[in-house]
């Protein structure tokens, strides 16, 4: 061995050493200024679906954009929505999904709500501020675990806002039944349309049920009112001043129960 | 009665030469991991950043690497240097091991009622950094072992005029 072939590589070493430490704090450093080209572009409600009896699944997109040199991996995000009165309404979550480099996605999230719940239903007619509860977890650059905790607050804008009855005088029809007409009015604040129909129930206050009619809805942008009424027809002799009148929309996916009117 | 042998003037001016870059390598080192990091500690909290270490303790490792490198330098003309440089080392590996084992940093920003909370660990970036100084604790070995079994020669080349 020569007597300077230890020198040598220690020379050597010693530089690898100095460019391998700037290089790696050059990409930690790159990772950080990456980073900060992620940017969250808001979350959108595109559909909604029953399932099951009582059971809404609102599919919503969160739009995200990583214009950084790295990727974001594992981004898995739980949500819980909550009434101002800090009450459960719905919860939500999203599928684990990758946002490579230089790219924007729309990552779906879903979010169940059980409508048998009072505070639930109260939903259905009344516009609100939900809390919104996040909590995010992912990967950057494959080296760098990210936990993100979000709280927000959520205007939750209700598909039946307001919704009121009014009535009309009813007549006896020829065969037999009452033909008791009937005004619905309401707003649309869900950032879906309403376009189904309104079945409706009328039962006596012994809980006898009178009869009946629906009313086809035409589609309700959000934002949009309605006013329209159609006529029911009920069993002549059924006593239904005082009674209840029940509702349920439906479309080809939503079926939805609209809290019970009482009948003057 | 004989003089005393004069110290070779190129010997002082290498030392001088050699204190001269290591204070200046302390005092740079110094400025971006001591006097950074106690700025810090000032700004961080009203910036909504937290993090799971004290920037204090960075602050004190940040001046254990500074006054290490400096000795680095200022022992480049002995026997010294080899060890020097693992002690060097190993005090980067010790910084690096302790702080990315607290390497939690959490950032909120309030805007209106919202509140994000962001929470990141850093734990793999630190130990990603270790390469460097255990390559260097390498170079620090070859040089003792340089000096230990030649020596002499790595300052005859590094220092012709010795």
């Excluded at chain 2, 929470?119 to 970036?125: A, E, H, N, Y």
Aim: charged fraction near 10%.
């Amino acid at each position: 061995m020569n007597h300077l072939t230890l020198y040598r590589a220690g020379r050597v070493t010693g530089w690898i050493s100095i460019l391998t430490g700037l290089a790696l704090v050059g990409f930690v450093l790159s990772i950080a200024v990456s980073a900060s080209y992620i940017q969250y572009e808001g979350t959108m409600p595109i559909s909604a679906r029953s399932l099951g009896s009582s059971n809404l699944v609102i599919s919503a997109e969160v739009g995200l954009s990583n214009q950084g040199v790295y990727s974001l991996e594992g981004f898995h995000m739980s949500l819980h929505l909550l009434n101002p009165q800090g009450e459960l309404v719905a919860t939500g979550s999203t599928a684990t999904s990758s946002l490579p480099a230089r790219s924007t996605v729309e990552i779906p999230l879903s979010i169940h709500t059980d409508l048998s719940s009072p505070i639930v239903s109260l939903l259905v007619t009344h516009n609100s501020t939900l809390k919104a509860h996040a909590w995010i977890n992912a990967t950057y650059a494959t080296l760098v675990p990210v936990h993100l905790t979000l709280t927000e607050d959520y205007p939750w804008g209700a598909p039946f806002y307001g919704f009121s009855t009014s009535w009309g005088t009813p007549s006896n029809l020829s065969n037999g039944t009452v033909s008791l007409p009937i005004h619905v009015s309401f707003a649309n604040y869900f950032p879906i349309p309403d376009y189904g129909t309104l079945g409706m129930s009328v039962f006596s206050t012994n809980g006898t049920r009178c009869g009946g009619g629906s009313l086809s809805l035409p589609v309700i942008a959000t934002g949009s009112s309605f006013s329209g009424g159609t006529h029911l027809h009920l069993a002549q002799g059924c006593d239904y001043a005082g009674g209840t009148l029940t509702l349920l929309y439906t479309d080809p996916l939503v079926t939805l129960e609209i809290p019970p009117q009482v009948i003057p | 009665m004989t003089a005393p042998k004069p110290v070779p003037e190129t010997e002082g001016v290498e030392r001088a030469r050699s204190l001269r870059a290591g204070l200046l390598i302390f005092l740079l080192i110094s400025l971006f991991l001591v006097a950074f990091p106690i700025a810090g500690t000032f700004f961080a909290p009203s910036e909504g950043l937290a993090f799971g270490f004290s920037l204090f303790l960075v602050a004190t490792f940040g001046g254990l690497i500074a006054f290490f490198t400096a000795v680095v330098w200022i022992a480049k003309p002995t026997r010294a240097y080899g060890p020097a440089k693992i002690a060097g080392s190993l005090a980067k590996v010790v910084a690096l091991l302790v702080l990315g084992s607290l390497a939690t940093v959490t950032y909120t920003v309030t805007s209106g009622p919202r509140v994000v909370t962001a929470s990141i660990d850093g734990g793999t970036l630190f130990l990603l950094l270790l390469i460097a100084p255990v390559i260097g604790l390498v170079s620090g070995a070859l040089m003792y072992l340089q000096d230990r079994h030649y020596p002499g020669r790595r300052l005859a080349v590094e220092f012709p005029g010795k």
